[in-house]
C-alpha cells in the first residue's frame, strides 16, 4: 500500500463542500484524514485512481472529466460505479442504497458480506452501503471497508462510511438499525430503554429528513460491541419492538408499514427445535409464528405451526415439551455456552427477513415480523409495534395474516407479552410524543445466560 499525506489545499477544498453542521464536518473530517493516510496518492476534483491498493509503484492519477465526485466513498468503491446512464440503463438495475448502523459491529461483519453476495437482492442487483459507525469505531468501521474492498463483490459498488446519520442516511432504500448500548451493571431496564430511545429517536429522525420517502426500516437494536473474552460480560437483547416504535414515531413522513422489527431469528430457532423433535429437517415445519416481544414474554405459536403439511399437536404428543421446553429462550442457553449473544444466526435472519419482503411469500405459508398494530385483525392494542404473522407479493409490503386460530393457552400469553409492550410504550412516551413516560415495567426481560 502506498502512503501519501493529505495536501492542505485538497483537505480544505474537500471539507468546504461538507461542513453543513458540526458532526457532519466532524465525520468528513475523520474520514478523508484517516482514509488518505492509508490511500495512494491525493486525488484531485477530476483525477482518477485505478486501485486504492499499490504494488511497488504509486498508482497513476487519470483525467476523467465526467468522473463523479464522491468525496464520502472510500477507496476503490470511488472510482467503480462512474458508467454512463445510458451504459447504467442497459447492463444494471438501478443501485439500492442499504445504510446500515453499527457497522463495525460482529453482527454487521457477518451481514455485510452475505448482501454483498447478492443473498437478498440477487445476482444482477448492484447495491452501496452507507455504514453508520461512532468516533470511538470510525477506525474499526474503516477496516471493514477495507475488507469489503478485497473480498472484490461485483454487485457492491460503492460504500461510504460516517458518524453522522443525517449523511449516511441520504436516499436510503433500506435502513437496517443494528447498534445499540448493551446494559451495564446496575443499569435499570428503564434507563437502557431511555439511553437507546434516544439513539433510535435520533435516527428516526434523520431518516424523516433525508431517506428515500419508501425506504423500508429494519430495527434489530442488538448490542454491537459486546466482547466475548470479557470476564464481565453485560449483554441484554434490548427491547427493540420498542425501539422500532420509538424510531417510526420520529419519523411521520415514512409510512408505518415500511417499519419492522427482526422477530424472525427467534422463528427460525423456533423451527430448528420442531424439526428436531420431530425428526425431520427444517425445511418440512411451516407457518411458525413468533407473537409479540422479543423478550422472556415471547411466545412461540405451536398451534398454527405445521409440519410435513400437518398440525404440530398431529405430529409432536408431548404437550408438556410444546407447552415448557419448547417456549424456553434459546437465546439465553447459547450465551452461556458462546459466551456472547449470536452474531452469525442474526445476520442469517437479518437476510431471512430482507427476502421475506422482497419474494413472494410461499403460498399458505406465512413469517413473522415486528410491525405496527394499528388495524390487526387479532384484537391485540392499537398503536405498538408486536410481532404477527405477515405475507408479502415479494413488492416490500406486507398483510397480515387472518386465517390463525387461537387457543386459551395462546391468548393468555399473547395478553402478557402485550402487557410487556404496553408498559414499555408508557416508558418511553417521552421519545414519541405522547407526554410525560410513565415507568411501570411489570418485570425484567434479561435472559438467563445474561445474568
Not at 468525496?71 to 446512464?85: H, I, N, S
Request: aromatic share 8%; net charge negative.
Amino acid at each position: 500500500m502506498a502512503l501519501a499525506d493529505l495536501s492542505p489545499s485538497y483537505a480544505n477544498t474537500q471539507l468546504h463542500l461538507h461542513s453543513s453542521s458540526q458532526l457532519s464536518f466532524l465525520s468528513t473530517h475523520l474520514s478523508f484524514h484517516r482514509r488518505h493516510s492509508l490511500r495512494p496518492l491525493p486525488r484531485t476534483r477530476n483525477a482518477r485512481i485505478s486501485c486504492s491498493v499499490a504494488s511497488n509503484e504509486a498508482p497513476v492519477a487519470v483525467q476523467a472529466q465526467d468522473q463523479k465526485i464522491k468525496p464520502e466513498c472510500f477507496g476503490v468503491f470511488c472510482t467503480t460505479y462512474d458508467l454512463k446512464a445510458e451504459e447504467e440503463t442497459k447492463s444494471w438495475k438501478k443501485l439500492i442504497n442499504i445504510a446500515v448502523s453499527g457497522a463495525a459491529g460482529m453482527i454487521s461483519n457477518h451481514l455485510l458480506f452475505k448482501l454483498a453476495a447478492g443473498e437478498v437482492f440477487g445476482p444482477d442487483q448492484p447495491i452501496a452501503f452507507k455504514l453508520l459507525g461512532s468516533e470511538r469505531s470510525f477506525q474499526a468501521l474503516e477496516g471493514v471497508a477495507m475488507e469489503l474492498e478485497d473480498s472484490l463483490f461485483p454487485l457492491l459498488r460503492e460504500v461510504s462510511i460516517g458518524i453522522d446519520p443525517y449523511d449516511v442516511f441520504q436516499d436510503v432504500e433500506w435502513a437496517l438499525l443494528i447498534g445499540a448500548k448493551p446494559r451495564g451493571p446496575g443499569m435499570e431496564r428503564a434507563d437502557l430503554l431511555d439511553i437507546n430511545g434516544q439513539i433510535f429517536a435520533e435516527q428516526g429522525k434523520a431518516l424523516n429528513a433525508v431517506a428515500s420517502r419508501n425506504v423500508k426500516v429494519m430495527v434489530v437494536g442488538n448490542p454491537c460491541n459486546t466482547n466475548p473474552l470479557s470476564s464481565l460480560s453485560f449483554m441484554i437483547v434490548f427491547p427493540f419492538l420498542c425501539s422500532a416504535l420509538i424510531c417510526m414515531k420520529n419519523a411521520p413522513n415514512i409510512p408505518a408499514k415500511n417499519f419492522h422489527a427482526l422477530t424472525r431469528l427467534d422463528e427460525n430457532r423456533a423451527k430448528c427445535q420442531l424439526a428436531l423433535k420431530a425428526g425431520v429437517f427444517y425445511d418440512k415445519v411451516s407457518n411458525v409464528t413468533i407473537w409479540g416481544n422479543h423478550s422472556t414474554t415471547q411466545v412461540p405459536d405451536f398451534l398454527n405451526a405445521r409440519i410435513n403439511g400437518l398440525p404440530v399437536k398431529e405430529v409432536i404428543k408431548d404437550i408438556k415439551w410444546l407447552e415448557e421446553e419448547f417456549t424456553e429462550k434459546r437465546g439465553g442457553v447459547l450465551i452461556q455456552k458462546w459466551g456472547r449473544s449470536s452474531a452469525a444466526s442474526t445476520a442469517v435472519s437479518i437476510v431471512d427477513a430482507m427476502k421475506s419482503l422482497v419474494t413472494p411469500t410461499p403460498e399458505g405459508d406465512w413469517f413473522s415480523s415486528g410491525v405496527y398494530t394499528t388495524g390487526n385483525p387479532y384484537g391485540i392494542a392499537e398503536g405498538i409495534v408486536f410481532s404477527m404473522p405477515c405475507r408479502s407479493k415479494g413488492d416490500g409490503d406486507y398483510e397480515l395474516v387472518k386465517d390463525v386460530i387461537f387457543d386459551e393457552y395462546l391468548l393468555k400469553r399473547i395478553t402478557k407479552t402485550e402487557a410487556e409492550l404496553l408498559a414499555e410504550k408508557r416508558c418511553v412516551a417521552h421519545l414519541t410524543g405522547e407526554g410525560i413516560a410513565f415507568c411501570d415495567l411489570p418485570e425484567d426481560t434479561m435472559l438467563p445466560g445474561e445474568m
